[in-house]
């Protein structure tokens, strides 16, 4: 979620030096709650919450323009806000410890619910995970999910970064999976490679889907 | 600068197809050259192009076998 500071807690982080150019990554907590939390400031005045969709928040101010997102925001108050520096912050995220901030293949395998379609982003027609004469996934292979797919499209985000691609080939296709209860799936998040920065949201197939769960081909 | 990339023949292909990817798209491997070289940490796209660092000067008859590297 994202939130504005009060005037004063403002002032008070504008006196404090920042984590990175334009942004302060805090610990602090709510008040009327005992814990601590981490958030991201911008400009010592946008409070977002560091999670899997901080990056989207964060393109969302951007695109609204802070003064224009300020106007509708709801404020947070804090007490005892700690401002982390550079390498406390580095520090903090090396290892990730939930679910979802773990790649998919560290994660438990689940089945799938029948309804849930998930999306493969590729450079190629010829994409060779998706068989088109069975019309499935093959084992071994990796799609996003249809929320995480749109949320890139409709935040103009980067799909190269997002799944941090080894490759600058656009994406071109989108190849829509639709697997049945009896397939099995992990679900994470990418994880910074190939000098991209990752943060988008993965599923892995090891077992691939069933025949008749490719559904259709789109344009990116 | 266009990184440059090397098709894989028929052979490689069906082997790193019915292999595990490492991202949504490419494969992570080692590439065993017939001079006996060993390529580790090279990406594989698609199954097909191999992706060469800018001095790398290999052709695909030079390549021995290919194989998942962790």
Do not use: W
Request: hydrophobic share 35%.
């Amino acid at each position: 979620m994202l939130f504005k500071l009060s005037t004063a807690q403002e002032t008070d982080l504008l006196n404090q030096p920042e984590t990175g150019m334009g942004y302060q990554v805090v610990e602090a907590s709510k008040v009327g709650n005992y814990l601590r939390e981490k958030y991201l400031v911008l400009n010592s005045e946008i409070v977002i919450e560091i999670n899997a969709s901080t990056h989207d928040n964060v393109r969302k101010v951007i695109n609204q323009g802070i003064v224009a997102f300020k106007a509708s925001a709801s404020t947070i108050t804090f007490h005892a806000i700690h401002v982390l520096n550079e390498k406390q912050f580095r520090n903090s995220v090396s290892e990730p410890n939930t679910e979802n901030q773990k790649g998919a293949t560290d994660n438990p395998v689940k089945n799938a619910t029948g309804d849930e379609v998930f999306i493969r982003l590729s450079a190629f027609d010829n994409d060779r995970r998706v068989d088109k004469v069975k019309k499935c996934l093959r084992p071994g292979a990796f799609t996003t999910t249809m929320d995480d797919y749109l949320n890139c499209k409709s935040t103009s985000d980067d799909p190269v970064e997002r799944y941090a691609l080894p490759n600058n080939d656009e994406i071109k296709f989108a190849f829509h999976i639709q697997p049945l209860k009896s397939d099995t799936l992990q679900q994470g998040t990418v994880q910074p490679a190939n000098n991209k920065r990752g943060g988008g949201k993965e599923v892995y197939f090891a077992n691939g889907t069933a025949a008749a769960t490719f559904i259709k081909q789109t344009a990116y | 600068m266009q990184q440059q990339s090397l098709k894989l023949t028929d052979s490689f292909i069906n082997l790193l197809v019915n292999l595990p990817e490492t991202g949504m798209g490419y494969q992570i491997v080692k590439v065993v050259l017939k001079s006996g070289q060993i390529l580790h940490q090279h990406k594989v796209i698609n199954s097909e192009l191999l992706m060469l660092e800018p001095n790398e000067k290999i052709t695909i008859k030079d390549i021995d076998k290919i194989e998942l590297d962790k």
